[in-house]
């Protein structure tokens, strides 16, 4: 058994992640703004807290003594490079002595490459009027490429997207970028738990989709 942050716990993809470790027997820390609209989280096994994933001290604080880390963040209020940017500088400097050595930061497909090695986002006919939401997410994903921490972090995202309404399989695979492609948030969050007890991809984008 793990003791397992999630820091967005409120959203579908932390929800699920929340779901799925305790339906492992992991502790949880669900991580949200405020608590008080979350008390359905709350069990035996999940502690509800309130914290900022911006602010390193916060990550510090509430991170110590877990295991792994999972960010499923989003601010539908804030410019998205400013702060999927600003996240993932808070939590690589935020969890360093934490005992924290595993962080899993759920990603976007758009910025994931395709067989043809290029991102999803700029083959011909993908929607265009979010791509300022895009390049937030590939921000990111660039400050934790950058980084020279030892924390062991991965960017797990759907292949395609989610399929919203989509039913638990619990079956999945690694996949490169396809519009097309899609996956449950039950089954994302398999493969969020298996890369948390048994890491396989490292400090990379890795898309997964039904499979």
């Keep these: 058994m793990s003791r397992i942050i999630v820091f967005g716990a409120g959203g ?49 604080q509430l991170a110590r003594g877990h295991d792994a880390a999972i960010s499923a963040v989003y601010d539908a209020g804030a410019q998205p490079d400013v702060f999927f940017a600003g996240a993932a500088r808070a939590l690589l400097d935020g969890l360093a002595g934490t005992g924290v050595d595993r962080l899993l930061v759920v990603g976007l497909a758009s ?9 999803l986002m700029d083959t011909p006919g993908y929607p265009q009027e979010y791509r300022f939401f895009y390049l937030g997410h590939a921000a990111g994903v ?3 490429r950058s980084a020279t921490t030892r924390l062991d972090w991965l960017v797990i995202s759907p292949a395609g997207d989610f399929d ?12 490169v970028a396809e519009a097309t492609s899609r996956i449950s948030y039950a089954d994302f969050a398999v493969a969020l738990l298996d890369e948390i007890e048994a890491p396989s991809q490292h400090r990379v984008h890795v898309g997964v989709e039904e499979g």
Aim: glycine share 10%; proline share 3%; net charge positive.
């Design 12 to 60: 579908r993809a932390g929800r699920a992640a929340v779901h799925e470790a305790r339906r492992r027997g992991h502790q949880v820390t669900a991580v949200v703004r405020h608590p008080a609209r979350y008390g359905d989280l709350a069990t035996d096994d999940v502690t509800v807290r309130a914290g900022d994933v911006t602010d390193p001290d916060s990550i510090a």
């Design 111 to 119: 910025v994931l490459e395709t067989a043809s090695g290029t991102l």
């Design 142 to 144: 660039q400050v934790l």
């Design 164 to 175: 919203h309404g989509g039913a638990s399989t619990g079956r999945y695979r690694t996949a």
